[in-house]
């Protein structure tokens, strides 16, 4: 798998169709892996592609713009990143090369699989009860039949541990913005003090902002130190977009938020 | 005594704000358990303020605007409309019962519609505080 890849990416940088490569190298242990950008011809030998490739690579391609980029996709919603950043202006189509590897990977069969592998956590190891337990299986339409009140201690107790590290943001395609809300000084919505309702603010409203751009790649889910269940939350405005407006993220519509319909029936407002 | 709810208000400038303004000249009674903050439009309304506003210990939140089709700015309130089905659901995922963050549609004119509309989200906010 890995030798294709890196005859692929050689043969680009030797024909100067890009100048930087983007892609996977071998982390600290067997079960991690970490971005690498290569420009030189020897270095391909550094890329690699297996099942631990979790990150979603298309986060560097804003700062690389301006260069000729060869990219390394490992999972669908990769692929469909990158789109969405060419859809918003912000990458040129032309600067950029995919080498797919999404269709080489095979795929683990059920969610809470593919969770327990973008964290690294194996089937024996007696973790997968706690995660259970945690909820972090857990099916949006489940959540919502939870009450009010439980799905407030729910919530309370993950973003508890919430030390707005912003590691969810820095990781995610499409919060781009150079001038996060959260970094503005006029007005200064958050502060550096530790206060568990300006984390939630934090994380609501950067799914607000990612609304209908998220391509559910779990990058902030992963990234997470703390282990905050934010694909929770992805799901839900995924879930959300499909059941308002018919709107699936990727899929080149016009975003939900920039368009309306005058006869439209949403939430009732009297 | 048993501390009083607090609502926060949004409301447009151009009609739900002089509506609110007519209640006033009417000199029609309704619950001062709301403060209000005019906004250009409910188009502009951030949810940053909406979550500023509960986590610093509003009660409930009500955003008001100009009926569908009479926007100042001819469509922000259809966007309102689109976020605020969004923000709604969001926070009611998180935990925020359905009764403390409420929108309505007021114009210039319904003075007397603002005192019910005021009455019955203080009625709502006053249910959940008590169940809570």
Known sequence: MSKTLQETARNLLAENKVEVIIGYAQGYDAFHTRPVFISNVEDVSKLIINEYCTNNLSVYLPIHKKLKVGIVTAKEQDLASIHELINEHQILEENVIIIEAAKQISSLSSELGEAQRDRGIDEEDGRQEAWKKRGYDMAVEEFEKLSAKERETFWDKEFERCIRCYACRQVCPVCYCPDCFVNRTMPKYLNEAVDMNKNKLFSLVRMLHVFGRCMDCRACNNACPVGIPLRLLTKKIAKDALELFGYVSGQGQEHPFSTFEKDELLEEIR | ?132
């Open chain 2, 1 to 132: 005594m048993e501390k009083d709810i607090n609502i926060i208000g949004f409301l447009c400038n151009w009609c739900s704000y002089a509506g609110a303004d007519l209640t006033g000249l009417n000199r029609i009674i309704y619950p001062t358990n709301i403060k209000i903050v005019r906004i250009p439009c409910t188009g502009r309304m951030d949810p940053v303020l909406i979550m500023e506003a509960f986590h610093n210990g509003a009660d409930g939140v009500l955003v008001s605007g100009c009926h569908p089709g009479d926007c100042h700015y001819t469509e922000g309130n259809y966007y309102w409309r689109r976020r605020h089905a969004v923000l709604k659901r969001l926070l009611e995922f998180l935990g925020i019962d359905e009764r403390r963050f409420q929108a309505t549609w007021v114009s210039a004119s319904e003075g007397k519609r603002f005192a019910e509309v005021v009455k019955k989200v203080v009625d709502d906010v006053r249910s959940w505080k008590k169940n809570e």
